[in-house]
């Protein structure tokens, strides 16, 4: 088995469109499950992010009017937990869109069953797509939970007072 000239790829077996060691059938069957696995990534991400965007507008709709009542402070933090939740799905939402845009690149691979281009595409270590915008995720987490633990903080207050 030849190895990448590149010591960036050096972690993958070679799935080149010359290599004998895989056949074209296990090539195309290797990127369509990247296919799949990267599907599912995008669903989940949207999901996520759908739910956040949900859950902002119910806490609005359901804390506008006890909120009114209470102290600026706690009103300042209800709108950063709104901001918060709300950056992380656009985050989120940024990051399915460059899921979806590596989808294509990993399709296209499927003609030539160019396998180890599109595990390059997937999980090269500089070209994969969480190297790429693994930065957006990481964020959109981060934004996510403060979010949510700043906004069940403020309920909870509001609530309980």
Known sequence: MTRAPTGEEDDLPDFGPDSPAVDAESRQAYIENLLIVAADDAKNVTLISTVAVAAVAFAAKELARPLSHEPVVLKLLGLLAAVSLLAGAVLFYFYAAAINHTRMGLVHRIVSRDARGAQRIWAGQETGIWRRKGNLWRA??????????????????????
């Not at 949510?148 to 609530?159: C, H, K, M, Q, R």
Request: proline share 0%; charged share 0%; net charge neutral.
């Open 140 to 161: 959109g987490a981060i934004m996510l939970v403060a979010g949510s633990t700043l906004g069940s903080t403020v309920a909870a207050i509001v609530f309980l007072t």
